[in-house]
């Protein structure tokens, strides 16, 4: 049976160079309860920026 857990949501971070790419993680709720900014690689871009969570 699957455990619905709310603590820690699944949630799409998108790139603030307007590519478009998307990563999918996991956050924790108690920790970060704001949004989240990564910095990642933007393969469309051959950049590292940052990454914000959208809802």
Request: proline share 5%.
């Amino acid at each position: 049976m699957a455990k619905r857990n709310d603590l820690r949501p699944i949630v799409k971070l998108r790139s603030t160079a307007g590519t478009g790419f998307t990563y999918v993680t996991r956050k924790n709720r108690r920790n970060n309860p704001d949004r989240l900014v990564m910095r990642k690689y933007d393969p469309a871009v051959r950049l590292h920026v940052d990454f914000r969570e959208e809802r």
